[in-house]
Protein backbone atom coordinates (compact mmCIF):
# COMPACT_ATOMS: atom_id res chain seq x y z
CA UNK A 1 0.00 0.00 0.00
CA UNK A 2 1.39 3.18 -1.17
CA UNK A 3 1.70 6.83 0.84
CA UNK A 4 -0.82 8.04 -0.73
CA UNK A 5 -3.35 5.42 -0.48
CA UNK A 6 -2.68 4.62 2.65
CA UNK A 7 -3.48 8.76 3.38
CA UNK A 8 -6.99 8.55 1.88
CA UNK A 9 -7.73 5.50 3.64
CA UNK A 10 -7.10 7.12 6.75
CA UNK A 11 -9.07 10.14 5.54
CA UNK A 12 -11.80 7.81 5.49
CA UNK A 13 -11.51 5.89 8.42
CA UNK A 14 -11.81 9.18 10.15
CA UNK A 15 -14.74 10.70 7.95
CA UNK A 16 -16.70 7.29 8.63
CA UNK A 17 -16.08 8.01 12.41
CA UNK A 18 -17.51 11.17 12.36
CA UNK A 19 -20.60 10.19 10.55
CA UNK A 20 -21.26 7.17 12.69
CA UNK A 21 -21.11 9.62 15.70
CA UNK A 22 -23.10 11.69 14.60
CA UNK A 23 -25.37 8.42 13.77
CA UNK A 24 -25.63 7.30 17.26
CA UNK A 25 -26.14 10.49 18.49
CA UNK A 26 -29.42 10.80 15.81
CA UNK A 27 -30.93 7.63 16.71
CA UNK A 28 -31.84 9.31 20.41
CA UNK A 29 -32.33 12.92 18.97
CA UNK A 30 -34.13 12.29 15.67
CA UNK A 31 -35.10 16.87 15.76
CA UNK A 32 -31.88 18.02 16.34
CA UNK A 33 -31.63 19.76 13.02
CA UNK A 34 -28.28 21.30 13.64
CA UNK A 35 -26.46 17.89 14.33
CA UNK A 36 -28.77 16.77 11.13
CA UNK A 37 -27.40 19.22 8.92
CA UNK A 38 -23.75 18.28 10.17
CA UNK A 39 -24.54 14.89 9.45
CA UNK A 40 -25.46 15.33 5.91
CA UNK A 41 -22.62 17.61 4.97
CA UNK A 42 -19.82 14.48 6.26
CA UNK A 43 -22.04 11.73 5.11
CA UNK A 44 -21.77 13.63 1.41
CA UNK A 45 -17.97 14.28 1.40
CA UNK A 46 -17.63 10.55 2.97
CA UNK A 47 -19.25 9.24 -0.60
CA UNK A 48 -17.69 11.40 -2.70
CA UNK A 49 -14.20 10.32 -0.38
CA UNK A 50 -15.12 6.61 -0.72
CA UNK A 51 -16.08 6.31 -4.69
CA UNK A 52 -12.83 8.37 -5.82
CA UNK A 53 -11.01 5.91 -3.34
CA UNK A 54 -12.64 2.79 -4.64
CA UNK A 55 -11.99 3.96 -8.34
CA UNK A 56 -8.14 4.16 -7.72
CA UNK A 57 -7.54 1.41 -5.75
CA UNK A 58 -10.04 -1.18 -5.78
CA UNK A 59 -13.42 -2.13 -3.79
CA UNK A 60 -14.11 -1.59 -0.12
CA UNK A 61 -17.15 -3.82 -0.11
CA UNK A 62 -18.84 -6.54 -2.45
CA UNK A 63 -21.30 -4.17 -4.07
CA UNK A 64 -19.07 -2.12 -5.64
CA UNK A 65 -18.42 -2.48 -9.69
CA UNK A 66 -15.23 -4.12 -10.38
CA UNK A 67 -12.46 -4.29 -12.88
CA UNK A 68 -11.32 -8.09 -14.20
CA UNK A 69 -10.24 -10.22 -13.03
CA UNK A 70 -12.37 -9.53 -9.91
CA UNK A 71 -10.75 -7.17 -7.90
CA UNK A 72 -11.97 -7.26 -3.96
CA UNK A 73 -9.87 -10.51 -2.88
CA UNK A 74 -6.76 -8.50 -3.79
CA UNK A 75 -6.82 -4.53 -1.96
CA UNK A 76 -4.80 -5.47 1.76
CA UNK A 77 -6.75 -6.96 4.40
CA UNK A 78 -7.28 -4.71 7.29
CA UNK A 79 -5.21 -6.62 9.62
CA UNK A 80 -2.11 -6.68 6.98
CA UNK A 81 -2.23 -2.76 6.27
CA UNK A 82 0.61 -1.35 8.49
CA UNK A 83 -0.27 2.11 9.86
CA UNK B 1 -28.49 -7.63 6.44
CA UNK B 2 -24.91 -6.96 7.25
CA UNK B 3 -22.36 -5.64 4.57
CA UNK B 4 -18.57 -5.98 5.33
CA UNK B 5 -16.09 -3.38 4.80
CA UNK B 6 -12.31 -3.85 4.11
CA UNK B 7 -11.77 -0.92 6.75
CA UNK B 8 -10.38 -1.40 10.53
CA UNK B 9 -12.86 1.28 12.34
CA UNK B 10 -9.25 3.01 14.08
CA UNK B 11 -5.71 2.15 12.87
CA UNK B 12 -3.87 -0.60 14.63
CA UNK B 13 -0.14 0.46 15.13
CA UNK B 14 2.06 -1.66 17.08
CA UNK B 15 5.67 -1.24 17.37
CA UNK B 16 6.77 -5.03 18.32
CA UNK B 17 5.26 -8.40 18.90
CA UNK B 18 4.54 -9.14 22.78
CA UNK B 19 3.04 -12.20 23.57
CA UNK B 20 2.33 -11.47 27.22
CA UNK B 21 -0.10 -8.40 25.61
CA UNK B 22 -1.74 -10.62 23.12
CA UNK B 23 -2.82 -13.56 25.70
CA UNK B 24 -4.02 -10.46 27.59
CA UNK B 25 -6.08 -9.02 25.08
CA UNK B 26 -8.02 -11.73 24.68
CA UNK B 27 -10.46 -10.15 27.64
CA UNK B 28 -11.74 -8.29 25.00
CA UNK B 29 -11.92 -10.70 22.47
CA UNK B 30 -13.22 -13.66 24.19
CA UNK B 31 -13.80 -12.37 27.49
CA UNK B 32 -17.32 -11.62 29.66
CA UNK B 33 -17.35 -7.96 28.87
CA UNK B 34 -15.77 -8.31 25.46
CA UNK B 35 -16.40 -6.45 22.02
CA UNK B 36 -17.78 -10.23 21.27
CA UNK B 37 -20.45 -10.41 24.52
CA UNK B 38 -21.11 -6.60 23.38
CA UNK B 39 -22.03 -7.08 19.84
CA UNK B 40 -24.12 -10.24 19.88
CA UNK B 41 -26.06 -8.78 23.06
CA UNK B 42 -27.61 -5.88 21.25
CA UNK B 43 -28.15 -7.30 18.63
CA UNK B 44 -30.36 -10.14 19.56
CA UNK B 45 -31.98 -8.22 22.41
CA UNK B 46 -33.47 -5.41 18.97
CA UNK B 47 -36.60 -8.05 17.99
CA UNK B 48 -38.93 -7.02 21.11
CA UNK B 49 -37.35 -3.92 22.39
CA UNK B 50 -40.16 -1.30 21.82
CA UNK B 51 -39.84 2.26 20.42
CA UNK B 52 -37.83 2.85 17.27
CA UNK B 53 -35.40 5.12 18.98
CA UNK B 54 -34.01 1.91 20.67
CA UNK B 55 -34.35 -0.54 18.13
CA UNK B 56 -32.01 1.60 16.23
CA UNK B 57 -29.60 2.41 18.96
CA UNK B 58 -29.32 -1.51 19.69
CA UNK B 59 -28.90 -2.49 15.39
CA UNK B 60 -25.62 0.38 15.40
CA UNK B 61 -24.13 0.31 18.56
CA UNK B 62 -23.72 -4.01 17.95
CA UNK B 63 -22.71 -2.88 14.61
CA UNK B 64 -20.13 -0.89 15.79
CA UNK B 65 -19.01 -3.48 18.70
CA UNK B 66 -18.08 -6.09 16.10
CA UNK B 67 -16.01 -3.85 14.20
CA UNK B 68 -14.41 -3.63 17.48
CA UNK B 69 -14.03 -6.90 17.89
CA UNK B 70 -12.06 -6.70 14.47
CA UNK B 71 -10.14 -4.37 15.84
CA UNK B 72 -9.15 -6.16 18.90
CA UNK B 73 -8.31 -9.73 16.84
CA UNK B 74 -5.94 -7.26 14.64
CA UNK B 75 -3.81 -6.10 17.78
CA UNK B 76 -3.48 -9.70 18.94
CA UNK B 77 -2.71 -10.74 15.19
CA UNK B 78 0.03 -8.18 14.73
CA UNK B 79 1.39 -8.93 18.56
CA UNK B 80 1.79 -12.87 17.76
CA UNK B 81 2.48 -12.55 14.16
CA UNK B 82 5.36 -14.86 13.21
CA UNK B 83 6.60 -15.50 16.56
CA UNK B 84 8.34 -19.20 16.79
CA UNK B 85 6.46 -21.46 18.94
CA UNK B 86 9.44 -22.18 21.42
CA UNK B 87 8.92 -18.64 22.25
CA UNK B 88 5.07 -19.18 22.31
CA UNK B 89 5.50 -21.62 24.68
CA UNK B 90 7.84 -19.63 26.80
CA UNK B 91 5.63 -16.88 27.06
CA UNK B 92 3.33 -19.70 28.76
CA UNK B 93 0.86 -20.08 25.29
CA UNK B 94 1.95 -23.52 24.88
CA UNK B 95 -1.69 -24.81 25.34
CA UNK B 96 -2.78 -22.26 22.75
CA UNK B 97 -0.69 -23.48 20.10
CA UNK B 98 -1.40 -26.90 20.84
CA UNK B 99 -5.07 -25.64 20.13
CA UNK B 100 -5.11 -23.42 17.86
CA UNK B 101 -1.42 -22.87 16.42
CA UNK B 102 -1.51 -19.19 16.23
CA UNK B 103 -5.44 -18.50 14.94
CA UNK B 104 -7.34 -16.50 17.13
CA UNK B 105 -9.94 -17.90 18.93
CA UNK B 106 -12.62 -16.27 20.91
CA UNK B 107 -11.03 -17.26 25.11
CA UNK B 108 -10.85 -14.95 27.65
CA UNK B 109 -7.16 -13.98 28.77
CA UNK B 110 -7.51 -16.84 30.86
CA UNK B 111 -7.90 -19.32 28.34
CA UNK B 112 -11.43 -19.62 29.10
CA UNK B 113 -13.75 -19.88 25.92
CA UNK B 114 -16.79 -17.53 25.08
CA UNK B 115 -20.06 -18.24 26.10
CA UNK B 116 -23.63 -16.98 26.08
CA UNK B 117 -23.99 -17.09 29.33
CA UNK B 118 -21.71 -13.98 29.51
CA UNK B 119 -25.02 -12.41 27.88
CA UNK B 120 -28.68 -11.71 28.74
CA UNK B 121 -31.54 -10.89 26.26
CA UNK B 122 -35.13 -9.64 28.48
CA UNK B 123 -38.17 -9.03 27.24
CA UNK B 124 -38.39 -6.44 29.82
CA UNK B 125 -36.87 -3.01 27.86
CA UNK B 126 -35.92 -1.16 31.13
CA UNK B 127 -34.05 -4.33 32.76
CA UNK B 128 -32.25 -4.96 28.91
CA UNK B 129 -31.26 -1.23 29.24
CA UNK B 130 -29.59 -1.45 32.66
CA UNK B 131 -27.81 -4.39 31.48
CA UNK B 132 -26.35 -2.36 28.65
CA UNK B 133 -25.33 0.48 30.80
CA UNK B 134 -23.42 -1.60 33.15
CA UNK B 135 -21.76 -4.35 29.92
CA UNK B 136 -20.84 0.11 28.73
CA UNK B 137 -18.93 0.43 32.41
CA UNK B 138 -17.45 -2.89 32.49
CA UNK B 139 -16.13 -2.88 29.16
CA UNK B 140 -14.60 0.48 30.14
CA UNK B 141 -13.28 -0.62 33.42
CA UNK B 142 -11.88 -3.62 31.25
CA UNK B 143 -9.95 -1.25 29.00
CA UNK B 144 -8.67 0.52 31.72
CA UNK B 145 -7.13 -2.38 33.16
CA UNK B 146 -5.82 -3.03 29.75
CA UNK B 147 -4.01 0.01 29.42
CA UNK B 148 -2.34 -0.08 33.03
CA UNK B 149 -1.13 -3.26 31.57
CA UNK B 150 0.43 -2.04 28.41
CA UNK B 151 3.56 -0.68 27.44
CA UNK B 152 3.11 -0.39 23.76
CA UNK B 153 2.40 3.19 23.19
CA UNK B 154 0.25 2.05 19.30
CA UNK B 155 -1.43 -0.62 21.65
CA UNK B 156 -2.50 2.32 24.21
CA UNK B 157 -3.48 4.86 21.74
CA UNK B 158 -5.72 1.63 20.22
CA UNK B 159 -7.15 0.83 23.50
CA UNK B 160 -7.57 4.72 24.28
CA UNK B 161 -9.80 5.22 21.15
CA UNK B 162 -11.93 1.87 22.55
CA UNK B 163 -12.57 2.84 25.95
CA UNK B 164 -13.58 6.49 24.65
CA UNK B 165 -16.03 4.83 23.09
CA UNK B 166 -17.60 2.50 25.81
CA UNK B 167 -18.25 6.22 27.39
CA UNK B 168 -20.44 7.51 24.08
CA UNK B 169 -22.33 4.30 24.40
CA UNK B 170 -23.22 4.45 27.64
CA UNK B 171 -24.60 7.72 27.14
CA UNK B 172 -26.41 6.62 24.20
CA UNK B 173 -28.12 3.85 25.69
CA UNK B 174 -29.15 6.04 28.97
CA UNK B 175 -30.78 7.95 26.27
CA UNK B 176 -32.56 5.25 24.67
CA UNK B 177 -33.81 4.64 28.77
CA UNK B 178 -35.37 7.36 29.12
CA UNK B 179 -37.14 7.19 26.00
CA UNK B 180 -38.29 4.03 26.54
CA UNK B 181 -39.22 5.14 29.54
CA UNK B 182 -40.99 8.33 28.52
CA UNK B 183 -43.32 5.41 26.34
CA UNK B 184 -44.01 3.25 28.67
CA UNK B 185 -45.83 6.39 30.88
CA UNK B 186 -47.66 7.14 28.10
CA UNK B 187 -48.66 4.07 27.69
CA UNK B 188 -50.17 3.42 31.45
FE1 LIG C 1 -19.57 -0.51 23.60
Known amino acids: ??????????????????????????????????ALKEYNRYSQQLRELRMDYQERYGPLH?????????????????????? | MWRYEKILQYPVRVSRTDLGLAKLLSAQYGGPDSELSAGLRYLTQRYVIPTDEAKAILTDIGTEELAHWEIIGTLIYKLTEGVPVQRL??????????????????????????????????????????????????????????????????????????RKRE???????????????????AQD
Open chain 2, 89 to 162: RRAGLGADYAQHGRAIYPSDATGVPWTASYIQAHEDPIATLHENMAAEQKARATYENLIDLSNDAGVIDTLIFL
Open chain 1, 62 to 83: IMHPSDYPWEYPRSPWPWQIEY
Open chain 1, 1 to 34: MTREELRQLREIQALEFTVLEFALYLDTHLQDQA
Open chain 2, 167 to 185: VVHFQRFGEALNIVRDHLE
